[in-house]
């Protein structure tokens, strides 16, 4: 991905296409960052009660280090994580190279519908931020 300029206008529609697909779907939280871990749009239910800094940054940094798992191993790199909890899921997915998109839900919502849903919402994010 070039270098990018953000605008309000570009924010509000990563932000819109993110309620859209996934939060309407029943999606807790979703949290798009970029490679270091700053914070583009925190979307969803929770956002108060979400640690979101220390989220991204650990999110970007797990994504580091599992990029480099991935070489180890033979592969270019991994495009998703996903964790099952308990009471939560938590899914990172990579939008092109420099965005990562952190989706955090419930057992009412499947992982395959996440992953469709963020598999499409991926080529939107990258359009809205490549223009």
Known sequence: MQDFILTAEILD???????GALIQAGVRNALLIDGAGNILSNCGHDTDDLD?????????????????????IGEEDFSLLFHKGKNGNIHFGRIGEELILIT??????SLGLVRCRVADL??????????
């Open 13 to 19: 529609k990563a932000r819109n296409a993110i309620e």
């Open 104 to 109: 955090i839900f419930g057992e009412d919502v």
């Open 122 to 131: 991926s080529a939107t994010l990258l359009q809205i931020f490549e223009g």
């Open 52 to 72: 979101a800094i220390s989220l991204a940054a650990l999110a970007a940094a797990s994504l580091g280090a599992t990029s480099q798992i991935a070489k180890l």
